[in-house]
């Protein structure tokens, strides 16, 4: 059954501080120099924005208030010249088989007068792991053809602040924070786990290399040990091959890759993936050979929508194989998950298995990716919000 759970209580910011400045998603030195600018030497500042950001990452704080190993006094002038915003949940929902997904609103605090957006975020509970799959931007620019997001265009990008203000806030309702109690409906991780997100993906709205900085920024924060902890190997970016951002990618921010490739031919990968007549499969590939740190120990995971009559032959299994000669690697086939106006349909389970077979002769891992939330649109490909609504002149006032 699927349980849709519309949140009154939703984290909104407060009117009065709508044109402070955020020091969610700020590395330490910049909250160091935030606190320079408002009268601290450097001695201080360096020392007060590492009890801020244990306080924002390690207990999940959103009230300078609860700060209690910093000056009252001084935390009245923190209240006064900063906010630790979080997103609005806007809407919680809870699919039958523990999936959930949330429908987050953002406002601009440096600019109240532009209208909110929405994105939307992802939690996935197994037996061994719980997956938080997040948005790096509002609609996506991709327009690839099987999939829903993809039929929304780009709004904005966000914020490295609003993308790890998804962590935090799944963070705070799965009780991940020290104290904090978990929903009582089910669905999380059980026993063995301390934490019920331990991996993160970046695989939700948007293609994150083209949010290139502020991505980074969101994940080396998610990945310090002295905040969220995230180890980079729990960490996954997924990209559908903006090439030139891939070496950058793996050498700035280290974590594990992901490449949507879904085609083994080009004319058909443009137009599942129209990136692809801009970065043809040979320099996608070749961007995969060259990425930082691979081995065998950290594969690059190929994604594969399977789409019936379209992919999914043994011929397109022999030359993916192929492709991905000397690659260390792993391919997660996904069945395609419908969505209202789609002309594709999902591969059967046989075709599927045949496929994986093949694959899986050659020596490459090939799971079949076990479909979650699609009873609440929250599985691969499915994810879409309302943001495209605005009016023209506001899409034009969010991009600027």
Request: aromatic share 6%.
């Amino acid at each position: 059954m699927t349980i849709a759970l519309n949140l009154d209580h939703a984290t909104a910011l407060r009117p009065s501080a709508q044109r402070a400045t955020s020091l969610v998603g700020l590395l330490k030195p910049e909250i160091a120099a935030a606190l320079q600018n408002i009268g601290l030497d450097e001695r201080e500042a360096r020392m007060r924005a590492k009890q801020i950001w244990n306080w924002i990452y390690v207990n999940g704080v959103t009230d300078f208030e609860r700060m209690t190993n910093i000056q009252k006094g001084f935390r009245q002038t923190l209240a006064e010249k900063f906010i630790l915003d979080r997103p609005e949940i806007v809407s919680e929902q809870v699919s039958s088989d523990g999936t959930r997904k949330w429908l987050f609103r953002f406002r601009d605090p440096q600019n109240p007068r532009l209208p909110p957006v929405e994105i939307e975020t992802v939690y996935i509970p197994e037996e061994d792991r719980g997956t938080l799959c997040v948005s790096s931007q509002v609609g996506c620019t991709l327009t690839c053809s099987f999939c829903h997001t993809g039929t929304q265009m780009l709004v904005r990008n966000l914020t490295a602040g609003e993308i790890l203000g998804q962590v935090l806030m799944a963070r705070e309702r799965l009780g991940d924070f020290p104290g904090g109690a978990r929903p009582d409906d089910g669905g999380l991780v059980p026993g063995g786990e301390s934490r019920a997100i331990t991996n993160v993906v970046m695989m939700g709205m948007g293609e994150p290399l083209y949010n290139f900085d502020n991505v980074k920024q969101a994940l080396l924060i998610a990945s310090d040990e002295t905040g969220i902890s995230l180890s980079k190997r729990r960490i996954t970016l997924s990209t559908s091959g903006v090439v030139p951002f891939i070496e950058p990618a793996g050498r700035e921010i280290g974590v594990m890759l992901a490449i949507s490739l879904h085609a083994v031919r080009d004319d058909l990968r443009d137009m599942l993936v129209p990136i692809n007549k801009k970065y043809p499969l040979k320099d996608l590939l070749q961007a995969c050979r060259d990425y930082p740190g691979l081995s065998n120990a950290r594969r690059i995971t190929f994604e594969y929508v399977m789409l019936k009559d379209i992919n999914d032959s043994d011929a397109d299994a022999r030359e993916l194989v192929r492709l991905l000669a000397g690659i260390p690697a792993k391919i997660n086939l996904i069945p395609f998950n419908p969505w209202p106006g789609t002309n594709y349909d999902c591969s059967s389970s046989e075709r599927i298995e045949r496929f994986a077979d093949i694959v899986n002769k050659a020596g490459y891992a090939s799971p079949v990716r076990t479909t979650r939330g699609r009873d609440i649109y929250a599985a691969c490909g499915q994810l879409k919000s309302e943001t495209e609504r605005l009016s023209k002149k506001d899409r034009e006032a969010l991009s600027a």
